[in-house]
């Protein structure tokens, strides 16, 4: 290696450790954001590392002629990242995968025939369990990644990360783009349309970044009820927006 690209090395280095040191409190922020909803065994040193991975590669790749600011861009980045590290680590047994598509199916059924937003008790009794049932099965799908929303931030934010979607975009097609554009909207469409409460807590929690116990303070219940609340809107999202499902993941994902 010559002179100039011995420099050059060094300097690359040196900007990509200022860019961690600088950062490395948004790696946190979203890793603990994330633990709010995920089991004991998963470690926040683990995500925190998959996040760090996301702000090296953010910090490679981005353009800022793009229009996104690098914070709205590596943030989807270090989310992108730290979801892959918990698909890989997959805990969930498969009775929940399969018990929280049932619940998401029986919400479009609802709603398809009724034209409105499918109750608690009206999924409950499609399925034939109890009410009691129907919400163990809500907090067991809690903090899976049967159908994770933040996998949908990932994939790209509807308003205030719009813009960074196309940075991440790297080798779209004109096609891609519109279909991209297409699913943004129908996704800020599912979400507007969802019951109140849930709306609600998906605003609390994605845009104030909120954690469940500060949300139940908020909306007067307990955190285990936001935990539910959550859930259910991840589920009723799932079922709405199941026409992209799973082929616009699998094209898109970061």
């Known amino acids: 290696m010559n002179g100039l690209a011995s420099y050059q090395a060094v300097q690359q280095q040196g900007d990509l450790d200022d860019l961690v040191n600088k950062h490395a409190g948004l790696v946190k922020r979203i890793a603990y954001h994330l633990m709010n909803r995920l089991p004991p065994s998963v470690q926040s040193e683990d995500l925190i590392q998959a996040g760090m991975m996301g702000l090296l590669e953010a910090g490679r790749n981005y353009d800022s002629n793009q229009g996104a600011s690098f914070e709205t861009y590596a943030g989807i980045r270090i989310r992108g990242a730290m979801l892959d590290e918990i ?5 969930t047994p498969r009775s929940v995968h399969r018990k929280a598509r049932m619940v998401a199916d029986a919400m479009r059924d609802i709603e398809n025939a009724e034209g409105r937003d499918a109750r608690d008790v009206e999924v ?6 109890s009410l009691d049932d129907y919400h163990s099965i809500l907090k067991d799908a809690s903090g899976s990644r049967i159908f994770s929303f933040d996998e949908l931030v990932a994939l790209g934010e509807v308003e205030n990360q719009a813009d960074a979607l196309s940075v991440s975009a790297d080798s779209q097609t004109p096609d891609d783009g519109l279909e991209r554009d297409d699913f943004k909207k129908a996704l800020a469409s599912a979400i507007s349309g969802l019951p109140e409460r849930e709306r609600l807590v ?14 139940g303070q908020v909306l007067g219940v307990s955190e285990s009820r936001v935990c539910q609340i959550h859930s259910q809107a991840a589920m009723r999202l799932r079922s709405r927006m199941s026409s992209w499902l799973p082929e616009f993941q699998q094209k898109f994902s970061p």
Request: cysteine-free; proline content about 0%; glycine content about 0%.
């Open 124 to 129: 409950a009794e499609t399925l034939n369990i």
């Open 202 to 215: 998906v605003a609390l929690y994605y845009d104030e970044e909120l954690n469940l116990r500060e949300i």
């Open 87 to 91: 698909r890989r680590s997959d805990w």
